[in-house]
């Protein structure tokens, strides 16, 4: 009984210091310190500098679903030499499930009526899939998950088979070619679906920055099943942390950003 006390006083106490408390989002984004370290991520003068293809990280917080969540922020590449050259500039969240499992595009965006069976078992090693019909996929940028269920309560799904090479009809049986063999056998009757390929949720978009300053926001709010856009978070989402990949297409450039915010109505 002791230890019964002990334990609840001890949670008592965490819970007055704010140990047990929902984890908030970022009250700041504008310096360096906020966001996770990088050697390639300092401060300037009023701007944060970020070299090289980097990624900024911010703390992950908790998603509450009715509200409104406005990621907003302004950029530009700083050194520019050659006309025509861009900093690519994508700026969202990246989400994790209930238990801390990083969730991706493949794992939530479904093809629209492509659940089938595999039509054959196929060995560990395969790089060809038999199925029964692949009429409505997706012709590229597909993946195949397995143990695919028709209201969708499967999502997120990380019953992940491979990435889709090719896909044809072969004497009417539908084969599907993977870009890299399989790493455990799947038999004959399991239930399958295409799930579309895809980064992270960028809800304030992606944007090319040259000299002069550009500002890029979106919001979020609500749930979806079955998609992946940057409007709603996806069916099973309960912890985000804002993410902006900079300088994406060209590692030698410098971009700057200013005025960074998550705004939480």
């Known amino acids: 009984m002791r230890t019964v006390a002990k334990m609840m006083m001890g949670a008592a106490l965490l819970a007055a210091f704010g140990m047990l408390s929902a984890q908030e989002p970022p009250a700041s984004l504008s310096k360096a310190a906020d966001w996770a370290k990088s050697a390639n991520i300092t401060d300037g003068d009023g701007v944060i500098v970020v070299k090289k293809n980097t990624r900024l990280l911010s703390v992950k917080f908790d998603i509450d679903p009715s509200k409104k969540y406005t990621l907003k922020l302004s950029c530009r590449a700083a050194n520019i030499e050659k006309d025509g050259d861009r900093s690519t500039i994508f700026a969202g969240f990246i989400l994790f499930d209930k238990n801390g499992r990083e969730m991706n595009c493949y794992h939530c965006c479904v093809v629209p009526d492509t659940m089938t069976e595999v039509a054959e078992d196929a060995p560990k090693g395969a790089k060809v899939i038999k199925l029964k019909d692949c009429s409505k996929f997706a012709k590229k940028y597909g993946v195949v998950v397995a143990d695919a269920k028709a209201d969708l309560s499967d999502l997120p799904n990380y019953n992940f088979l491979g ?40 809800t304030a978009g992606v944007k090319t920055a040259g000299k002069d300053w550009i500002t890029m926001s979106g ?47």
């Open 219 to 265: 919001t979020i709010t609500g749930t979806s099943k079955g998609s992946w856009t940057g409007r709603t978070w996806p069916v099973g989402a309960v912890k985000a942390q804002v993410v902006i990949l900079a300088n994406w297409n060209n590692k030698n450039l410098e971009t700057q950003f200013k005025d960074i915010s998550l705004t939480v109505k």
């Open 163 to 202: 990435y889709i090479a090719d896909f044809a009809n072969k004497d009417g049986v539908w084969e599907v070619s993977l870009l890299y063999p399989l790493t455990r056998p799947v038999k004959a009757g399991t239930v399958v679906r295409e799930h579309m390929r895809g980064g992270y949720l960028y």
